[in-house]
């Protein structure tokens, strides 16, 4: 039954938050009783007062997953037993997914419609294929003398940690829980400060679906107390981390300094998104390059946050994505019309709006958006901002804004489009417009990005690999490939 902005604004007033820890199958507040306040971006309100987690229930948590781990009850059960539990959890998280999606809302701003048709059941989705995938990994025997038998094995690897970021809170998380629980490890979870919510529920529902208790674990908390206690605990063997560049080669420093723990990082980008004038068609590129900006607020590692236009048809090109861009409107994230929510919080929104004020300054041209909007709400709204005339040496060009903010850049040639679009110390993804075919694959061999786009923007499913080239990390999410970090690889040598 489709629900109206008054319904879900209802049930948001009737929903029963939980706000604290879960360690060992249970709920609990954190061991300093420390907590923070979660606030709604929607309109400033305070969902509740959640954990603050430390070095003191990192400790509790690791120990508790070590214990499991080692004790086999899910490390050392049949693939198959563990694809079916998995196929459960995923089948609890679709059960729940309007509470799961009006969570998600009201702890990051992002439209309700997007949570609960995008977000939610993606979630599960990769859950269910992590699940599904297991019992169909076979591992090796190696081509050995007659008189001997060589294996070569994967395992699970132990007490995986992982640390997510707040754009996609739960998605990004079911990435990681997926094939680390799929393959057999405990984990411990750490949502961000900015939106903990979903990862505490699912907590629970994960119980429920028979993960046993202490093998999932969620803190919430902040990066600089439980999120570095668990980059440095001795006991922590995987540290899984999406999240800035910033903090992920911090992670790559707390891993030295501990017990060389294998890191994988999945880190920002500046994704360009290259549109030669013999696109097949240019409307349909104009409408993706708006939404590769506007979705989800712009706060998404793949954004295509520099659209790169050939020269001969730039000007009406832009005015294109212009027309496009306006019917991204921004309103209240209940309104189940609303393709355009708040901003996670008031520091990213500041952000933001520097980052347009360094466009003005830099001498970039904005072309629409450029302002907040809503202000008497009481939350935090940005237009979607165009600049045109941008210079890939500006700011704008060159950080991640994480916001709706888009730079426009023209170019001549082939090779001039290349240049720039590889100029940039991130490689997460990059799209390609052109009829012609030999032109994409050779463009697309050239850019240093992990995934290539051709004639559309943000393809791909579970099937596709997912992850960065140079400073946007390394490892990847989703896929069988998924599986490399949460495995050791094992070489047993049997002389018979
Ligand atoms: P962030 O790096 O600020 O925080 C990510 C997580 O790290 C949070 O849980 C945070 O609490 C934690 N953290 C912060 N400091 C820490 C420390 N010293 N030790 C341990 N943990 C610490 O990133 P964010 O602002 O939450 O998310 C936005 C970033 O995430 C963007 O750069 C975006 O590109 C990136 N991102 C990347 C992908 C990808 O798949 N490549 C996907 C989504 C988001």
Known sequence: MSQTRQDWERRARELRIETRAFIDGHYRAAVEGD????????????????????????????????????????????????????????????????????????????????ALKVDIPA????????????????????????DELGLVTREPIGVVAAIVPWNFPLLMACWKLGPALAAGNSLVLKPSEKSPLTAIRVAQLAVEAGIPAGVFNVLPGYGHTVGKALALHMEVDCLVFTGSTRIAKQLMIYAGESNMKRVWLEAGGKSPNIVFADAPDLQAAAEAAASAIAYNQGEVCTAGSRLLVENSIKDDFVARVVEALKTWEVGCPLDPATKVGALVDKQQMETVLGYIEAGHRDGAKLLCGGQRLLEDSGGTYVAPTLFDGVDNAMKIAREEIFGPVLSVLGFDSDEEAVRIANDTPYGLAAGVWTSNLSRAHRVAKALRAGSVWVNQYDGGDMTAPFGGFKQSGNGRDKSLHAFDKYTELKATWIKL
């Open 35 to 114: 907590t923070f306040d979660c606030q709604s971006p929607i309109d400033g309100r305070s969902l509740g007062q959640v954990a603050s987690c430390g070095v003191a229930d990192a400790e509790l948590a690791v120990q508790v997953a070590r214990e499991r781990f080692e004790s086999g009850v899910w490390s050392r059960l049949a693939p198959v037993k563990r694809k079916q539990v998995m196929i459960r959890f995923a089948e609890q998280l679709e059960a729940h997914r309007e509470e799961l999606a009006l969570l998600e809302t009201l702890d990051m701003g992002k439209p309700i419609t997007d």
């Open 123 to 146: 979630a599960a989705r990769a859950i269910r294929w992590s699940g599904e995938a297991i019992d169909k990994l076979y591992d090796e025997v190696a081509a050995t003398p007659h």
